[in-house]
């Protein structure tokens, strides 16, 4: 399968960037074609400028300043998203990548604004490998949009038809050594038999 990873964090040395490998490792271990898209090494933009919201609902004009971007997302069969939540939600990088892709044309069709119809029918896999720093009853307090994001929205965009899982450690500011361990084999696990 030909997967995309996202990957979504400026720190070489940390947990994300620690998990991020075992994605990789793991996916290619298991035969997958792998298109490792790492949104700060490559310099990704993603502040949506002026010009390109003026022609957001222009298709397929949209499409000119974010063309290559667009043919990766094109290509992939799957989507594996790695980040780390921050404020409760996407990292900046991120959340630009979703609001500068995710656009009419390419995720979905408005052509008819009370039928809006999904465009990612080729995704068949979608995963989210995921941080947070504070508990899981907070993350849920607060709505826990990475997870929605990720298994709501993401789905929607491929007509529901898109198996997907969420991997979550939450509470990373108290995490033991054991658990961050515990939790990164339990992603390689999930990476090895990802189908």
């Known amino acids: 399968?030909?997967?995309l990873v996202v990957y979504c964090h400026p720190v070489e040395t940390s947990f994300a960037a620690a998990l991020h490998q075992e994605v990789l490792r793991n996916l290619k271990a298991a035969g997958h074609e792998v298109d490792d898209w790492d949104l700060y090494a490559e310099g990704f933009?993603?502040?949506?400028?002026?010009?390109?919201?003026?022609g957001y609902h222009e298709v397929p004009a949209n499409?000119?300043?974010v063309q290559?971007?667009?043919?990766?997302?094109?290509?992939?069969?799957a989507i594996v998203f790695c980040f780390p939540t921050w404020c409760f939600g996407l990292p900046a990088m991120l959340k630009g990548w979703f609001d500068r892709l995710l656009m009419p044309?390419?995720?979905?069709d408005i052509s008819d604004p009370a039928n809006v119809r999904p465009m990612l029918t080729h995704i068949r896999r979608i995963s989210g490998v995921v941080t947070y720093g504070r508990p899981r009853w907070m993350a849920w307090y607060m709505g826990?949009?990475?997870?929605k994001i990720v298994t709501r929205y993401m789905k929607r965009l491929t007509a529901a038809q898109a198996r997907v899982d969420f991997h979550a450690?939450?509470?990373?500011?108290?995490?033991?050594?054991?658990?961050?361990?515990?939790?990164k084999e339990?992603?390689?696990r999930a990476m090895a038999r990802f189908a």
């Not at 290559?68 to 997302?73: G, K, S, V």
């Not at 826990?144 to 997870?147: L, N």
């Not at 450690?169 to 939790?183: C, D, E, K």
Request: charged share 35%; hydrophobic share 35%; proline share 10%.
């Open 1 to 3: 399968m030909r997967v």
């Open 45 to 54: 933009d993603p502040v949506m400028s002026r010009e390109e919201r003026l």
């Open 63 to 65: 499409r000119e300043k």
């Open 68 to 77: 290559p971007h667009i043919d990766r997302l094109n290509r992939a069969e």
């Open 105 to 108: 044309g390419v995720a979905f």
């Open 144 to 147: 826990d949009p990475p997870r």
């Open 169 to 183: 450690h939450y509470h990373m500011n108290v995490a033991t050594p054991t658990q961050l361990s515990r939790f």
């Open 186 to 188: 339990r992603v390689g």
